[in-house]
């Protein structure tokens, strides 16, 4: 299985940005980032997926703010989040799965996360 190590959380104020990145031990053609938020389910924000048909997707509730890009040649997934607000507060996952690049949560194998906090 592909691993996946995820960094860059911390405490930020409303309106700034930050970076994560999740670096991880072989590619695969669909990487996305969760967010659990207090009190709910994880949820996917953004998708990436390489090869033919190759897309970027957003939830609607980060689109137009965050940013997924991948590195292949460093094995770095990252999301550029920008005007962040405390609705943005939440453990921050990075996920791959081969075939699978959906909205749900559960077929993506995740890492351990990264916390956000936003205030």
């Not at 453990?91 to 909205?103: D, E, I, K, L, S």
Request: charge should be neutral; include cysteine.
């Amino acid at each position: 299985h592909v691993q996946l190590v995820e960094s860059g959380g911390g405490s930020v104020q409303a309106g700034g940005s930050q970076r994560l990145s999740c670096t991880y031990t072989s590619s695969v053609t669909c990487m996305a980032w969760l967010r659990q938020s207090p009190g709910k389910e994880r949820e996917v924000i953004a998708i990436t997926k390489d090869g033919d048909g190759a897309f970027l997707m957003y939830a609607d509730s980060v689109k137009g703010r965050f940013t997924i890009s991948k590195d292949n040649a460093k094995n770095t997934l990252y999301l550029q989040m920008n005007s962040l607000t405390p609705e943005d507060t939440g453990m921050y996952y990075c996920a791959a799965h081969q075939f699978y690049c959906g909205w749900s949560a559960g077929p993506y194998l995740w890492g351990q996360g990264t916390q956000v906090t936003v205030s």
